[in-house]
């Protein structure tokens, strides 16, 4: 461990403290908000009368939200707020929550408001590269400490936060710690040793500037050790072994007294009153440690699967969990021999965008009953996000849908066309659901008729089934049979359609595939190029293609029969933790495509056959790097773009700050708007 000087370290902080907030100085885009479904850190503050009511804050990436959760079976955001980068911990302590974000930022945010969170002052640590932060409260410091990657500063950060606009790192400690915990003086570590294994390091910290080792526990063999909490003279770690409970009342000497067996996919523990409370993939369990040499399963609940890492906060009988795909998870733990889900916040992934005129609309799909919801935006509210009306399914299966005057069409891959009147932006409502063929990939509408994309990634064939629309409210499959359809074999995972006058382009897998209309009756096939086609939009006499690996492909389709490639943009270098980035969402506006893949990317097509990037957002932060989050669909209007996510949610962007697209848009707005 070293020991850096306060007074230069103070100058330096409060420099940086001092100095603009750099990350949010003409950004483009800026996000305006986040659907919560991918949850990252977690912190309570509870309500003044000690109730079990307050708030809960967590993050949906670089959105702070603001949960009321004074009554747990129907939590409520009541406010959020816009930070510069990904959040990535959150810790509370009064009004105040200390948020992470990025890999070297910590803010220190006021939030006696819930409903308008403030940011009083951060600090930015250059030379830090934190990947999965865990920050820790004491007196008027804060203790950050990740492992982080090899080669870049990690240890333990010691930040003054009694001034909360200017907070100064005041120490640091060396060492790849993963986790910490303190009780009282006592700084308790885990860290990976040289020759493998772990090891719980323990240090004075009365004095944060002169911190004093007083010991270490070497870790029983059993694989990764997870997580680490504390209680006065007994110290529990999470590890492959199991719980551990070692006394370090005589640091010099700890011996381990106690242990039980938890499951290996468990992610986290907090010590509360006598219990260790612990969050597992499948379910929530309570550990009594009342007797530390003997802790016994006191209770356990079921809770949505998760598939990664979580966070905790134990408050006032209830536990909150930061769940990475269902938002928020209330676990009532008042009677630890009974714990009980009792409540989630979960605001859906995100399935399908589109935008017309003033609004936004953005499908979200709630796994696993299957439901689905279309709220409809109010571009012209004063946050620009603001909810005008709601649709709600029942559970009907993932769904895609597109935008045409006053209707929404929905359709469900389980077969199904939904017809939704948004005339009333405030009242959206059904007003007629037909049955289709299964397997619906996508929808376009085009001169009274819809076509649907039909193909599932197994299949050998693909298809498209036509849709007569004269009557909106009466929608007919053509021919009669809501099984027919026009069959393509060879052409395998249909995933796209667009239509340009009397030719319909069927993008799969494998191809993309031009088809005659003219006769909705008899469609038949009139070429094919060799491929990948995730998403198409059609401009003039041009198909711009989302091509997967290829990033964006462009084919002068003037002689529809005869398409030629005319221009290509690669992708650039995936992002960390890919192997591959992929192509996946398409729109066109003006003389602009919007190219979503783990970015979006918006690129000038005034020439097709040379397109460029003009800006881009990073729209997987390098924290969730998973491919299964990237950009799946996208759509703007005027100065705004929406892009859904799956797991990730859907998100808003305002773009007035980037350079600009020209004001035309393909898609109409609804009449009446």
Not at 66 to 75: E, F, G, H, R, T
Not at 174 to 199: F, K
Not at 451 to 472: E, K, M, R, T
Not at 517 to 545: F, G, H, K, L, N
Request: hydrophobic fraction near 40%; aromatic fraction near 8%.
């Amino acid at each position: 461990m070293t020991r850096h000087l306060a007074a230069v370290l103070a100058v330096l902080g409060a420099l940086v403290s001092a100095s603009p907030d750099r990350a949010s100085a003409g950004r483009c885009p800026i996000v305006v908000d986040r659907t919560l479904s991918f949850a990252i850190g977690i912190a309570v503050v509870p309500a003044d009368d000690g109730s079990s009511g307050g708030y809960a804050f967590t993050g949906a990436g670089e959105v702070l939200k603001a949960v009321d959760v004074s009554d747990p079976a129907s939590p409520i955001l009541v406010g959020r707020l816009v930070l510069p980068d990904t959040i990535t911990a959150i810790a509370a302590r009064g009004s105040r929550l200390y948020v992470w974000t990025g890999t070297r930022s910590l803010r220190i945010i006021d939030v006696r408001a819930p409903e308008s969170p403030r940011q009083m002052g951060w600090i930015d640590l250059m030379d830090l590269n934190i990947e999965f932060p865990t920050i820790r409260l004491a007196g008027r410091h804060a203790f950050v400490s990740s492992c982080a990657p090899l080669g870049t500063p990690s240890g333990v950060r010691v930040i003054d936060v009694g001034d909360p606009t200017a907070p100064v790192e005041v120490a640091r400690y060396d060492g790849d710690y993963l986790n910490i915990a303190i009780s009282g003086d006592t700084l308790y570590a885990l860290r990976p040793e040289p020759e493998g294994g772990w090891q719980v390091d323990f240090v004075d910290v009365s004095d944060p500037m002169d911190p004093t080792a007083l010991g270490s526990y070497r870790l029983p063999a059993g694989g990764w050790a997870r997580d680490v909490t504390a209680d006065g003279s007994f110290v529990y770690v999470l590890s492959g072994a199991g719980l551990q409970v070692i006394d370090v009342s005589h640091p010099t000497a700890p011996i381990e007294v106690g242990s039980i067996d938890i499951p290996s996919w468990v992610w986290n523990i907090e010590y509360f009153n006598g219990h260790v409370f612990a969050h597992a993939s499948t379910h929530f369990e309570i550990i009594d440690v009342r007797d530390p040499y003997n802790p016994v399963r006191s209770g356990i609940c079921e809770t949505p699967y998760i598939y990664d890492h979580s966070e905790m906060a134990i408050s006032a009988g209830r536990a909150y969990i930061s769940h990475r795909s269902r938002g928020i998870v209330i676990v009532d733990v008042s009677d630890p021999s009974d714990p009980s889900m009792i409540g989630q916040l979960f605001e859906g992934w995100g399935a399908d965008v589109a935008a017309a005129g003033y609004y936004g609309f953005q499908l979200q799909f709630f796994p696993p009953s299957s439901f689905v919801r279309m709220s409809i935006t109010d571009l012209r509210s004063p946050n620009g996000c603001t909810e005008a009306g709601r649709y709600e399914t029942g559970p009907r299966g993932y769904a895609q849908f597109t935008v045409s005057g006053n209707f929404a069409f929905i359709i469900f891959d389980s077969g199904e066309l939904a017809v939704v009147d948004i005339s009333d932006s405030s009242g959206p409502h059904e007003i007629n659901i037909i049955e289709t063929t299964s397997g619906l990939r996508d929808i376009a509408i085009a001169d009274g008729y819809a076509y649907l994309a039909i193909g599932s990634p197994g299949d050998i064939c693909s298809g498209l089934q036509i849709v007569d629309l004269s009557d909106p409210t009466r929608p007919e499959v053509v021919g009669g049979d809501p099984h027919e359809y026009f069959e393509i074999c060879d052409l395998q995972g249909s995933k796209s359609i667009a239509v340009s006058g009397s030719h319909a382009f069927l993008g799969a897998t494998s191809a993309l595939v031009v088809i005659d209309i003219s006769d909705p009756t008899a469609p038949y096939e009139v070429a094919r190029m060799a491929t990948r086609a995730d998403a198409i939009a059609i401009q003039r006499s041009y198909a711009y293609v989302a091509a997967g690996e290829h990033g964006l492909r462009i084919f002068d389709m003037s002689v529809p029969t005869a398409p030629q490639l005319v221009g290509t943009l690669p992708l650039p270098e995936a992002p960390w933790g890919q192997d591959q980035d992929t192509a996946e969402a398409i729109s066109v506006v003006g003389s602009h495509v919007y190219l979503g893949s783990s970015r979006l990317q918006v690129i000038d097509i005034s020439d097709p056959t040379r397109p460029r990037v003009l800006w881009h957002y990073s729209a997987v932060p390098w924290v969730y790097s998973y491919d299964f989050f990237h950009v799946t669909a996208v759509a703007a209007t005027g100065t705004t773009a929406f892009l859904a996510q799956g797991g990730l949610g859907s998100v808003i962007l305002d773009t007035s700050a980037c350079r600009q697209p020209r004001s035309e848009n393909r898609r109409t707005r609804p009449e009446g708007h």
